[in-house]
Every structure is written in C-alpha cells, then in structure tokens.
C-alpha cells in the first residue's frame, strides 16, 4: 500500500525557517517525480514545486522560487522541502504528492494527509 | 501561467441526481486535465486523468469529457460519499494550476 506522511510542520514567525518532511513507503521512490502541494486556510489548491526521480530536475512556483527548496534522499525515501524567509502567505496545509507521469499526462495519484505550516508573530 | 476557470463554486444537489463540473483554460491544454477529489478530513485522490480516463478504483458513475475549451466531470447518481470538494488541474506546462474548486453539497 501506498504511503505517504508528512512531519515537520508548526508554528514559525515571519522570516524565519522551516523543513518539511514527506516518508513515503510501498512503491520504489527512487521511480517517481515528487511534487509538494499546499492549500490556504478556507482556500483551493496550489502546486509549490516538483522533484524529478533522481533529484536533478526541480521546478517552483515564482512565489517560492528562491526561498524554498524541494530535495530528496532516496535512500531513505524521503522528500523533503526546505522553507526559508517565510511570509504570513506561506501559512497552508502542505501536501506531499507523487507524479505518475505516463509521457502523455502527468499527474498526482497519490497524496499524504497533510502538515500544516502557520506562519505569524 | 495558464489560469482555471472552474464553475460553478457550489453545488447543491439530490442524492441520484446527475452533475456536471466545468472547467475552462486560459489557453490550450491538449487534454492535460485531470480532477481531484478532496473529503471534508482533507484526503485527496484522483478521479480523473488526461480528461477522460478513470483513475483505478474509482466508481464508474464519475466521467470526464471535453467539449471545445471546456472540460466536464459528471457523476452520473450521487451516492452519499460523493458530497465533497472537486478540484481540476492542469499539467499542460509548469507551474501547474487548479481551479478554484466545486463544493457539491446535499440539497
């Protein structure tokens, strides 16, 4: 069974740093592309970036671009996304999710429970 | 960034009914649609790939088709597990966007 949970959420004030963590378990990780999701209080969702298979390709939002970084050890088959410089906008659920790309389409087809990031003074 | 329109906001419907979701792109997308559906507990999974292709596991009373530069989810009879958020996003190009999503509500 596919399993995906993510840890490392909480409390942060602006400007300050955080890093979550996605431990994914009953596929091989080292196959598939890696994405984080997050989600707004009382709003929709909003993809923040992806990771390819093997960690040489990223790809962000321009409202993260620079102060968050999306990595992976497949060793340990574990995602992680490093968040500096956080702003009270940041503050979401934050979803971890795998790609399955088929070439043609490329989608999430599994996704975590969520951790949820507060940021504020 | 290509933007999308998803209508309508909420919808309130029967149990049996049938509906339907629309989705509109600000530019072409090729069939690069896919639909999520997310419970109030906030779970997420997939519905629907490259417009019309049922995510395995997923009943086939959900259906998903395109008609011009409009996408639709339909489910055929609203079953009570059905009452949820529905989400369309894009994986046409990068950043990959959803639309601001659907509350399918019991009438």
């Known amino acids: 069974e596919v399993q995906l949970v993510e840890s490392g959420g909480g409390l942060v004030q602006p400007g300050r740093s955080l890093k979550l963590s996605c431990a994914a378990s009953g596929f091989t990780f080292s196959d598939y592309n890696m994405a984080w999701v997050r989600q707004a209080p009382k709003k929709g969702l909003e993809w923040v970036a992806t990771i390819s298979y093997d960690g040489s390709s990223t790809y962000y939002r321009d409202s993260v671009k620079g102060r968050f970084t999306i990595s992976r050890d497949n060793a340990k088959s574990t995602l992680y996304l490093q968040m500096d410089s956080l702003r009270s906008e940041d503050t979401a659920t934050y979803y971890c999710?795998?790609?399955?790309?088929?070439?043609?389409?490329?989608?999430?087809?599994?996704w975590g429970q969520g951790v949820m990031v507060t940021v504020s003074s | 960034d290509i933007q999308m329109t998803q209508s309508p906001s909420s919808l309130p419907a029967s149990l049996g009914e049938r509906v339907t979701i629309i989705c509109r792109a600000s530019q072409g997308i090729s069939n690069n649609l896919n639909w999520y559906q997310q419970k109030p507990d906030g779970t997420i999974k997939p519905l629907i790939y490259?417009?019309?292709n049922l995510q395995s596991g997923v009943p086939s009373s959900f259906s998903g088709s395109r008609s011009g530069t409009d996408y639709s989810l339909t489910i055929s009879s609203l079953e009570p597990e059905d009452f949820a958020m529905y989400y369309c996003?894009?994986?046409?190009?990068?950043?990959?966007?959803f639309g601001a999503g659907t509350k399918l509500e019991l009438k």
């Open positions: 490259y417009t019309s």
């Open positions: 999710a795998r790609h399955v790309d088929y070439g043609y389409t490329d989608y999430f087809d599994y």
């Open positions: 996003q894009q994986d046409a190009s990068f950043p990959y966007t």
